[in-house]
């Protein structure tokens, strides 16, 4: 499985980003797919996540702020962040995997710089 994750930038705060992540090879583990992020610093952390079914699960410093979506056609998961804050400045990260807390297959980073 390969995961290719596209859309970071650098935003002003208050601002929108909408990162994208496409999965390739077999997608039969991949019931589980969400978007991890590590800041300057501090340890990894996730952001979101959603099952093949459409149950997303969020932290709370972003719940209400992000959306996660997914298309199961594409094989592809989407984070749209709205009213980005500067400490969402952070390298984002797609994973995927079989359950919540089983997402062995990862992306590489996309870095999102929110500045204030």
């Known amino acids: 499985v390969q995961l290719q994750a596209s859309g970071g930038g650098l935003v002003q705060a208050g601002g929108s980003l909408r990162l994208s992540c496409a999965a390739s090879?077999?997608?039969?583990?991949?019931?589980?797919m969400g978007w991890s992020r590590q800041a300057p610093g501090k340890q990894r952390e996730l952001v979101a996540a959603?099952?093949?079914?459409?149950?997303?699960k969020y932290a709370d410093a972003v719940s209400g702020r992000f959306t996660i979506s997914r298309d199961n056609a594409k094989n592809t998961v989407y984070l749209q962040m709205n009213g980005l804050k500067p400490e969402d400045t952070a390298v984002y990260y797609c994973n995927a995997g079989p359950t919540y807390v089983t997402t062995p297959y990862w992306g590489q980073g996309t870095l999102v710089t929110v500045s204030s």
């Open positions: 959603i099952s093949r079914g459409g149950i997303a």
């Open positions: 090879g077999s997608f039969f583990n991949l019931n589980v």
